[in-house]
């Protein structure tokens, strides 16, 4: 190959990833990008090879200092962004009561003005802060039946007992609410602030196993119709929530990956293996302080970075060969490839060949 046909294909190679960037990147940048015309997130997996330890992760979460923290099976791992390092788990037994010392996973864990809160099957338990010796007083609580979660929403203290309903901490007592005595039937995963009523009364996004979502508003609870219903409802569980900083909420499943929703329960984006994501039980889900969306799945890691304004298509876009032209005609994208033109499905997302045209090279 000619060397000037070389430096001929890089430049046209830069010119199109900046023309992409234009049409789909940019909203100022002439054409305003839908949000139906958005490609894949950039999803960076890693397997358990990656940090040296059991592949299971349970949560995540991130320090003052932008350290991120996994909770794995004995261990605490902690990631700068290069280093993988493992943090044993100590000290709790020592606060707590040697009575109360028989207990299984520590499934909530919750740092409130009261404490710190500590919840498993078998007990609650809430440390306070460290004396002068060292040494910490702790408070315990014990189920009618089992606890199964709790939730902390703005220091009002929440958990769901088996077979009982959902329970509120008021003056140190659980508190049964009254209504909730159907959400015992199942496992309660998910409860998330949601924006007022219109007469300002507060709200919370609550999510079962495999029921689907309700809407408490402190007295009632309703159903909440989504455009995700088919897949939290089709017998996928529902393992955990988020409520993002733009105001979507994220439902993580086990054995679906996760749903992206707005509030108005609209269908969003839906991140699974066919846009890149290692595993498809997710089992913690967290929002950096950057805006990336870190993942705790039963077969290691993945980081989505839903808050970049950069999207990619790639071949699980439909994009299988490569892309040597690229044209907006009444509204519709079309792309030349080296394999025919594809047209671009909004509505799936997604790029088809143009049929009857064939199945030559595409260019300008």
């Known amino acids: ?74 261990y605490i791992l902690e990631y700068d962004g290069i280093k993988w390092k493992k943090i044993s788990q100590q000290g709790l037994l020592q606060s707590i009561p040697p009575e109360y010392r028989n207990f299984l996973d520590v499934w909530t864990t919750y740092t409130t003005k009261k404490g710190i809160y500590f919840q498993s099957r078998e007990y609650i338990f809430r440390l306070s802060e460290k004396k002068p010796d060292g040494t910490r007083d702790a408070k315990v609580w014990k189920p009618n039946s089992k606890f199964m979660f709790a939730f902390d929403l703005a220091d009002e203290y929440y958990v769901h007992q088996q077979g009982l309903g959902l329970y509120k901490m008021i003056n140190d007592s659980l508190i049964l609410i009254p209504g909730s005595e159907f959400l015992g039937k199942e496992r309660m995963q998910v409860m998330l602030p949601y924006p007022a009523a219109a007469n300002g009364e507060k709200q919370w996004l609550v999510g079962m196993f495999y029921s689907g979502l309700y809407i408490y508003n402190g007295k009632t609870f309703r159903p909440f119709t989504t455009e995700a219903d088919g897949l939290i409802k089709s017998g996928t569980l529902v393992y955990k929530g988020l409520l993002l900083k733009n105001g979507n909420y994220v439902l993580s499943t086990t054995g679906k990956g996760l749903v992206i929703i707005n509030s108005d329960g609209k269908l969003v984006n839906l991140i699974n293996r066919n846009v890149g994501l290692q595993d498809e039980s997710v089992y913690g889900i967290y929002q950096d302080k950057k805006g990336i969306l870190w993942l705790a799945l039963d077969n290691g890691i ?50 088809e060949p143009v049929m009857g045209m064939p199945q030559n090279q595409a260019v300008n």
């Open 302 to 351: 993945s980081r989505v970075e839903i808050a970049s304004p950069f999207s990619q298509f790639t071949l699980q876009s439909g994009i299988s060969t490569s892309v040597l032209s690229m044209a907006r005609l009444g509204g519709t994208i079309y792309i030349g490839t080296t394999n025919g033109v594809l047209v671009y499905d909004s509505s799936r997302k997604y790029f």
């Open 1 to 74: 190959m000619k060397k000037d046909n070389v430096f001929y294909n890089l430049f046209r190679a830069i010119a199109l990833l900046h023309f992409i960037g234009a049409i789909f990147l940019f909203p100022q940048a002439g054409i305003a990008q839908s949000e139906s015309e958005k490609g894949l997130p950039f999803i960076t997996n890693y397997a358990a090879k990656t940090f040296k330890a059991l592949p299971q992760v349970w949560c995540v979460q991130e320090d003052d200092r932008g350290m991120m923290y996994f909770g794995i099976q004995n």
